[in-house]
C-alpha cells in the first residue's frame, strides 16, 4: 500500500461488492452490499452505475472479467461463505467480532445478525480514515456496538492493540481477516496467527483467507494468475506470501490453532452457484480458511513449523 493513500485492492474488493449489488436481481444476489458503492473512486462508481443498465451489464462483466480473471466471481462467492461462517458463530453465541485489516468491509452495517454484537475493526490508519469518513457520511453517528482501532499489522503487536482497547478476552471472539495475509511478510502472518492462538479465549474463531504457496513461489500456474498479480504489483500491493494447503493443518498447529474449515475458490464457486460456479475459471489459487483456538490451549508455546 502506498503511503498515505487507501487500499487499491480494498477498493477493488468493494467494486466487486457493489458489482454484485448493482447488476444482480436482489433474490439472486449473493452479497447484499449497499455501503460498497460509496468507498470508491468516481470512475468506479460509474462502472457500477452502468453494470446496473440491462444492455451494458453484460459488457461491465466482460471487462472485469478479461482484467481480473475470476477476481469478481471469487470475490463475491468467499464474501458469502465468511458472511455465512459470522452467522453460523452468532448462532453458536460467540457476540465478539474482531475485523482485521477492515478495509471497506461493511459487515457492522450489513448483517442484522451483527446489530447487537460488539465489532472491533483493526486497520491501517490512512485506509481506517477514509472508511470511518464515508460511514459518517452514511449513516451518521457509527453504532454505539461498532470501535475503530488503528493500526498497522504489517509491524504492529496485535496482543498489544487488543489489550489496549479494553476488550473482555475471556469471551470467545470470532476474528475475520479477510485479504490482507498474502500482502504481509511472513514474519508479520505468523506473530499475528500466534498473538490471536494465545490472546484470544478458547474455542475463538479465525477466518482467514490466503494465496496458495505454489502461485507465490512459481510451482504451480493457475489461469489468469499472472494477469491478476501485475496488476497488484502495479497498485504497490504485490503478493507476497502463500500458505500450501496441503500443510496448512500442520502450520496451524504450530501456531496453536485448529483447522476447521479450507476451501478453494472453485469450491466456494460451486457452493453457492452450483453448476455455473463450477463452470468458473480464474483465481482458483485463493483460498479461505476456518480454525479454532482450542479449547485446551497447548502446555507450551507453540513453535514455528518447518
Known sequence: MKPGRASRTAQFAAGFRALETARRPARDR????????????????????VSALPALGG????????????AMTSGV??????????????????????????????????????ATMRVVEIDHPDTQALKRAGIARLVGTPPANVAYLAADLSSADLRDVLRASNLNLSRRAFVIWE???????????????????????????????????????????????????????GEGEPWIFGFDPASLA??????????????????????????AGRRMRGFSFYRAALAEVPRERLTSPPGRPA
Not at 453460523?88 to 451483527?114: K, Q
Not at 490466503?210 to 491478476?228: C, E, K, M, Q
Not at 500442520?250 to 453448476?275: F, I, K, Q, S
Open 179 to 233: 485479504g490482507v495475509t498474502h500482502y504481509l511478510p511472513a514474519m508479520s502472518v505468523e506473530r499475528t496467527l500466534r498473538e490471536i492462538a494465545t490472546t484470544c479465549a478458547p474455542g475463538s474463531r479465525l477466518v482467514f483467507t490466503y494465496i496458495h504457496r505454489g502461485l507465490i513461489d512459481g510451482t504451480i500456474a493457475f489461469d489468469g494468475a499472472n494477469l491478476s498479480r501485475d496488476r497488484v504489483s
Open 59 to 70: 459488457l461491465v462483466r466482460a471487462n472485469v472479467e478479461r482484467n481480473w480473471p475470476g
Open 250 to 275: 500442520t502450520d496451524l498447529a504450530a501456531y496453536g490453532l485448529t483447522l476447521c474449515e479450507d476451501h478453494g475458490a472453485d469450491n466456494y464457486r460451486a457452493r453457492y452457484w452450483g453448476e
Open 77 to 114: 462467492a468467499r464474501t458469502r461463505l465468511i458472511d455465512d461462517w459470522v452467522r453460523d458463530a452468532v448462532r453458536d453465541g460467540i457476540d465478539l467480532i474482531v475485523i482485521l485489516g477492515t478495509g471497506f468491509d461493511s459487515r457492522a452495517y450489513r448483517l442484522p445478525e451483527l
Open 30 to 49: 449473493l452479497v447484499e452490499d449497499p455501503f460498497a458503492v460509496h468507498f470508491l473512486p468516481a470512475s468506479m462508481r460509474a462502472l457500477v452505475r
